[in-house]
């Protein structure tokens, strides 16, 4: 079946650094992703990762081990801005071509 | 550029009537979705299209219709609306070289009395 875990919480302070984990169990991966969503508003996408590593986006990076099913979001110099929900998905190319998504991880940015 | 549009943004509805929802993109994406999100559930595929004139069920169809004439707008009705389909409702579309890249609409708030 298809399952993907993240903490459903976290509270970081501004201008720290804050990685938020997702693990997944998925057949026929074919890519993850890191969406955020303010409260109120629609996700934006963030990054992609397909292959294992680090992709690094200004702020944001993303790592990806297809090995152990595990990505993580990492936020660098936290702003109030990021105080938000953040989305992972994986899509699995055979699954009609559908995103299966977390159910989010709730950051809190405190002063 | 408007990227997707969502029409309402906000309706309340009495138990039993109907309504339509519309999305429109003017990204020349193939690919479009209807979701919804409710608390503690996640966003769930209601219903999707991979280009005009088809559409395919979701997670959780049941209840509703969709419409895919023109590549650029997808329309989601609610024939009988019942209070377990109060939630919000997203559109979105992608291309279909990137199906995982989705660009949302801003939402539609359901209440259903």
């Known amino acids: 079946g298809q399952n993907i875990d993240q903490p459903t919480e976290m509270t970081a302070t501004e201008g720290a650094i804050v990685q938020i984990n997702c693990t997944y169990q998925?057949?026929?991966?074919?890519?993850l992703f890191w969406y955020q969503q303010h409260a109120g508003e629609a996700p934006t996408f963030l990054s992609y990762?397909?292959l294992d590593g680090l992709e690094e986006k200004g702020r944001f990076s993303s790592f990806l081990s297809r090995s152990k099913g595990y990505s993580y979001l990492l936020l660098k110099e936290l702003q109030m801005k990021d105080s938000a929900s953040y989305l992972c998905?994986?899509?699995?190319?055979?699954?009609?071509?559908?995103?299966?998504w977390g159910l989010g991880t709730s950051l809190a940015v405190n002063p | 550029n408007a990227g997707v549009t969502q029409t309402p943004k906000f309706r309340v509805l009495k138990t039993g009537q109907s309504m339509t929802l519309l999305c429109a993109q003017d990204?020349?994406?193939?690919?479009m979705y209807w979701y919804r999100q409710d608390p503690g559930m996640g966003l769930r595929l209601i219903h999707y299209?991979?280009?005009?004139?088809?559409?395919a069920k979701g997670e959780v169809p049941d209840g509703y219709n969709v419409s895919r004439l023109k590549k650029q707008n997808f329309l989601l009705g609610l024939e009988s609306a019942a209070p377990s389909q109060t939630s919000v409702y997203f559109c979105?579309?992608?291309?279909?070289?990137?199906?995982?890249?989705?660009?949302f609409g801003e939402g539609s708030r359901l209440t259903v009395l």
């Open positions: 998905a994986t899509y699995n190319a055979g699954n009609n071509r559908k995103l299966i």
């Open positions: 990204m020349n994406h193939e690919y």
């Open positions: 299209s991979v280009g005009e004139g088809t559409t």
């Open positions: 979105a579309s992608s291309y279909s070289r990137a199906p995982g890249e989705l660009f």
């Open positions: 998925t057949s026929g991966f074919n890519g």
């Open positions: 990762n397909v």
